[in-house]
Antibody, heavy 118, light 110 residues
Framework: EVQLVESGGGLVRPGGSLRLSCAAS????????MTWVRQAPGKGLEWLSV???????YYTDSVKGRFTISRDNSKNTLYLQMNSLRGEDTAMYYC????????????WGQGALVTVSS | QTVVTQEPSFSVSPGGTVTLTCGLS?????????PTWFQQTPGQAPRTLIY???SRSSGVPDRFSGSILGNKAALTITGAQADDECDYYC??????????FGGGTKVTVL
C-alpha cells in the first residue's frame, strides 16, 4: 500500500527551527516528485516546495532561504527543515507524492501540525 | 505578483450543477498551467479530484469534470449531493518549478 506518514510537528518559539519527516511506504521517494503543502488554521492551502526525483528543488518565495526540502534514500523519507520560524508559519504541513511533477498528487500524508508561538 | 483566483463561495441545490473557476490575476489559464482540483473536508487532508485540466483521479465519480472555460480552468459538479458540501481548491503550475494554490471555494449544498 502506498502511504505517507508525517512526523516532527510541535510547538516552537519564533526564530526557532523544526524538521518535519515524511516516511514513505509502497514506493521509492527518490524516484518520484515529492511536495510539501501547508494550511494555516482556517485558511487555504499553500504550495511550499517540490523535490524532483533527480534532486532538483524549488520553493515558494515565502519560505525560500528559510526552509529546505531534502530526502534520505536509505530511509525512504522526505524532510522539510524549517529555520527562522515565524508566527505565520503556524500551520498543518502535508507531504504529497506528485506523479507528474505538475501537481498530480495521488497520495497525501495525514499532516503534521506546527505551532510557532512564544 | 501572480495570484490564483477562485470564487470564495458558491451555493448549489441538491441535484443541481455548479461550475467553479480558477483564474489568474493577470493572464489566461490554459492547459499549460496543468490545473489540478482538490476537495477538502474539515480536518482531513485534501483529495485530488482532477489533474492535468480534465483527468479524473482514481475513484472520483464522473459527476466531477474539469475543463478550460474561456480564460479560466473550471471544475463542474453535476448532480450535486449533500456530501459535496466542502471546500474546493485549484493549483496551477506557474513555471520554473513553482506552483500556486487558489484561495479556495466553499460550496454549500442547499
Amino acid at each position: 500500500e502506498v502511504q505517507l506518514v508525517e512526523s516532527g510537528g510541535g510547538l516552537v518559539r519564533p526564530g526557532g527551527s523544526l524538521r518535519l519527516s515524511c516516511a514513505a511506504s509502497g514506493f521509492t521517494v527518490s524516484s518520484n516528485f515529492m511536495t510539501w503543502v501547508r494550511q494555516a488554521p482556517g485558511k487555504g492551502l499553500e504550495w511550499l516546495s517540490v523535490m524532483y526525483g533527480g534532486g532538483r528543488t524549488y520553493y515558494t518565495d515565502s519560505v525560500k532561504g528559510r526552509f529546505t526540502i531534502s530526502r534520505d534514500n536509505s530511509k525512504n523519507t522526505l524532510y522539510l527543515q524549517m529555520n527562522s520560524l515565524r508566527g505565520e508559519d503556524t500551520a498543518m504541513y502535508y507531504c504529497a507524492r506528485d506523479l507528474s511533477g505538475r501537481n498530480w498528487f495521488d497520495t497525501w500524508g495525514q499532516g503534521a501540525l506546527v505551532t510557532v508561538s512564544s | 505578483q501572480t495570484v490564483v483566483t477562485q470564487e470564495p463561495s458558491f451555493s448549489v441545490s441538491p441535484g443541481g450543477t455548479v461550475t467553479l473557476t480558477c483564474g489568474l490575476s493577470s493572464g489566461s489559464v490554459s492547459s499549460t498551467y496543468f490545473p489540478t482540483w482538490f476537495q477538502q473536508t474539515p480536518g482531513q487532508a485534501p483529495r485530488t479530484l482532477i489533474y492535468n485540466t480534465n483527468s479524473r483521479s482514481s475513484g472520483v465519480p464522473d459527476r466531477f469534470s474539469g475543463s478550460i472555460l474561456g480564460n479560466k480552468a473550471a471544475l463542474t459538479i453535476t448532480g450535486a449531493q449533500a456530501d459535496d458540501e466542502c471546500d474546493y481548491y485549484c493549483v496551477l503550475y506557474i513555471g520554473n518549478g513553482i506552483s500556486m494554490f487558489g484561495g479556495g471555494t466553499k460550496v454549500t449544498v442547499l
